[in-house]
């Protein structure tokens, strides 16, 4: 804004103001949504980490949703009929403020919001945002097809890696699908795929069903609908596009995950049920999936930067679309409207701005350095398209959940545990741990962290094999480790790793409060907890240099990040949070705030 760059932004704040945004702690997106959802913090409505644990087992979920399969059901040979249908919960608890507009009779319209799958049962017109997974039921699974030699299908992060060879050109496949739950054998149905290519120049046709896809390498296709069939009249629709990397030497296919088609909907993601089909007919089929932006075929090189910025334009325009329509038919009411795009983006490409970043290229940089940049000139553009629909009397807020930084170095939180006797081996000689904690022993560990911001104190009554007393004990304890911590220093450069580690009780508020990791931690500038500490690994290594992809992060200490909010009015509170916009809003129509809401009107 100061260079100049951003004037609508500019215009925005000289209408009214532009100040910081308290984030949640710790600032993890599902976490901080759910506070700007409830008004509350997440001892309120329960959501700590995009991790949770069972206590007895040890084991990891994701913590905004979970599905139950269906209750009751009756063996037929190989068939299983289910008479019940399997159920995905929210578990957001909390009422969501438009749940509470909706009951005084204010209209409410909320596009994408993150922390809201499956969508909270509303008359309200909402579409569920990040959390919606794709057919598959996972968080995002591309498909990847190559002459490369491989053996057979490869499992690899959020994908699976297929090996074809073609005879005169021509080669089947297969594109693989959801879980079969009318099978006892829970196998998962798959569709034939054929790929023609041609002999001289650089094109495929791909037949998937009865759609032909004819592509130019390089190209990405339109969405394509895929059938799968699971019994006798029984069938799953969802979507994909395409893109073809290259037809020779070596031929590459890149298949997105594939969406739940929002005129078919396997699952609720809207609300009423009509509204996702009611938006495809105005925009077109879109991104149902909760983060399509595909930053893990990224991270492994199955899409080029190029192709996953191409990638990432798709979505933001989808979203103009959708803001589009609702701004043509608003006239009163609440209108939301979320735009991911500078998250995957700052992800993605923070260390072409660093040149402090381990990974930090200059041939890189020269190429890419502006594309953060440009991506927030880009959104002053949408926001001045909006601000032209808006009358003055209209209340507008533009916010961010969080700010940004560098993550330059990542700290294995669980091998700090071992290293310092609070957590220990099953077998020693091994000298490590996999995931979900396969080799500790819990019989002799005190402390474990599980994902990205948490440590949990192994409590006896509380988790399967506690051993710390509740108490005096645990107490001494957590002063011990914060201690310990907040005085940890990078061996490379003196750094301190750790900002400050906080106890729930100083917190959070709230009848949840108990379900919270026992210990919060805020990692210092460049500074994170490793992808293996979230899953309950236990590595040998402490520290290491980040040289992924993957290189912004807003996982710190919340203070280092706060988000941003801009404004049509003087905000007059003078640390406006998250937790303060739920209550805002209500008082922008003249509603009291619930009892159970921490925050307060910023205006």
């Known amino acids: 804004m100061g260079e100049g760059i951003m004037p609508n932004f500019k215009l925005l704040q000289e209408r009214g103001d532009f100040m910081e945004l308290v984030t949640s702690m710790p600032p993890q997106s599902p976490v901080a949504w759910s506070n700007l959802i409830t008004g509350m913090d997440p001892g309120g409505h329960g959501i700590f980490d995009f991790i949770a644990r069972e206590p007895k087992t040890y084991l990891p979920y994701l913590s905004t949703s979970k599905t139950f399969d269906a209750k009751r059901t009756i063996k037929l040979g190989d068939w299983l009929i289910p008479f019940s249908r399997a159920e995905t919960l929210l578990l957001r608890k909390g009422k969501a403020f438009w749940e509470i507009l909706e009951a005084e009779g204010i209209p409410s319209t909320v596009i994408k919001i993150p922390a809201n799958f499956p969508p909270v049962k509303a008359k309200s017109r909402t579409l569920s945002g990040m959390g919606t997974p794709d057919i598959l039921g996972s968080y995002g699974t591309f498909s990847f097809y190559t002459t490369k030699e491989i053996e057979n299908e490869q499992e690899i992060t959020s994908g699976k890696v297929l090996n074809v060879k073609f005879l005169n050109d021509t080669t089947k496949t297969e594109l693989m699908g959801p879980i079969n739950p009318f099978k006892t054998t829970q196998s998962r149905v798959r569709v034939g795929v054929d790929i023609k290519r041609d002999p001289e120049n650089h ?73 996702a089909s009611e938006v495809a007919k105005e925009v077109g089929l879109f991104y149902t999936q909760g983060m399509p932006e595909d930053t893990k075929a990224l991270e492994q090189g199955y899409l080029h930067k190029d192709n996953f910025l191409e990638l990432s334009g798709f979505i933001k325009e989808q979203r103009v679309k959708m803001l589009d329509m609702e701004l043509r038919r608003f006239h009163s009411g609440l209108l939301f409207v979320y735009f991911s795009t500078t998250d995957p983006i700052q992800h993605m490409f923070w260390r072409n701005i660093d040149e402090h970043h381990p990974a930090y290229s200059f041939q890189e940089a020269s190429k890419y350095s502006h594309v953060i940049r440009n991506t927030y000139k880009d959104m002053d553009r949408i926001l001045g398209k909006a601000m032209n629909h808006i009358k003055d009397k209209t209340t507008i807020m533009v916010l961010s959940d969080h700010g940004f930084g560098s993550f330059r170095r990542y700290f294995n939180m669980n091998t700090w545990l071992k290293r310092n006797g609070y957590l220990n081996f099953i077998h020693e000689y091994k000298g490590e741990s996999g995931e979900f904690f396969e080799n500790v022993d819990f019989n002799r560990t005190k402390a474990y962290a599980l994902g990205f911001n948490g440590i949990y104190i192994n409590t006896k009554g509380r988790e399967g094999t506690g051993i710390v007393l509740e108490g005096n004990e645990r107490e001494m304890l957590l002063e011990e480790i914060i201690r310990k911590l907040e005085v940890e220093r990078d061996p490379t450069n003196g750094y301190l790793i750790i900002k400050k580690a906080y106890k729930k009780e100083d917190i959070y508020s709230g009848k949840y409060r108990n379900d919270a990791p026992d210990l919060v931690i805020g990692y210092n500038r460049g500074y994170r907890a490793s992808w293996e500490t979230a899953l309950g690994k236990v590595p040998n290594e402490l520290l290491g240099d980040n040289m992924k992809e993957w290189s912004g992060t807003h996982l710190g200490d919340n203070s280092l990040v706060p988000g941003i909010i801009l404004s049509n009015r003087k905000i007059r509170k003078e640390d406006p949070a998250l937790y303060d916009i739920a209550p805002t809003i209500l008082a922008e129509f003249g509603i009291k705030k619930e009892k159970e809401m921490v925050g307060n009107t910023i205006f």
């Open 203 to 275: 094109v495929a046709l791909i037949r998937i069903g009865k759609n032909e896809i004819l592509l130019n390498e390089g190209e990405w296709s339109d969405w394509v609908n895929v059938n799968f069939k699971l019994a006798p009249f029984q069938t799953v629709t969802g979507i994909c596009r395409l893109f073809l990397v290259s037809v020779r030497p070596d031929f590459e296919l890149y298949v997105s995950p594939i969406n739940i088609d929002p005129f078919s909907p396997t699952v609720d993601i809207s609300t009423p049920k009509s509204y």
